[in-house]
């Protein structure tokens, strides 16, 4: 890694993968976030795991594909074939999961509640994800939510 990519992720002392997408950017994975580093050292942005939704990886194309829990629009990154980033970027993202739920209601009524833990300082929050075309005012959605939340809540200690 060069001085300029540890500079820009320097809060980050453990990093577990890098991979250089071209000469204007980078990808870090670390223990704590997901960084993306310019040419100049710049840090372009950090995203933390427990902010990470999801994500895939088409080995045929070997492209990146992730979603944020934020619902900032998905990015994707055509990544070299002999990068072990997935199988970090998967375990790093697996590690912030502590517990989940789906909330189904059927007719494509669906959200997921989850406990994440934030890799940074090791604190444990309870997220909400709202399924595609979903109405986050669906009253019924909203109350099963909320129920789903304090189940997992209480399991952790969190309630």
Do not use: C
């Not at 204007?24 to 223990?31: M, P, Q």
């Not at 739920?101 to 509640?113: F, H, P, S, Y």
């Amino acid at each position: 890694m060069s001085p300029d990519v540890r500079a820009a992720v320097g809060e980050d002392k453990v990093v577990a993968s890098v991979v250089a997408l071209s000469p204007a950017e980078t990808l870090v994975a670390g223990t704590k976030a997901m960084y993306a580093v310019a040419a100049d050292g710049g840090l372009r942005w950090r995203r933390v795991w427990h902010h990470v939704e999801g994500g895939s990886f088409d080995r045929e194309s070997s492209t990146l594909k992730v979603t944020w829990v934020d619902g900032a629009p998905a990015e994707s990154w055509r990544l070299p074939h002999d990068t072990t980033f997935p199988e970090t970027f998967r375990a790093r993202v697996q590690a912030s999961v502590v517990l989940a739920e789906i909330v189904d209601l059927g007719g494509r009524r669906n959200a997921k509640a989850v406990i994440r833990k934030d890799l940074g300082d090791q604190s444990l929050l309870s997220q909400v994800v709202i399924g595609r075309g979903v109405d986050p005012a669906d009253a019924e959605l909203r109350a099963a939510i909320a129920a789903a939340i304090a189940r997992l809540e209480e399991q952790v200690g969190l309630g």
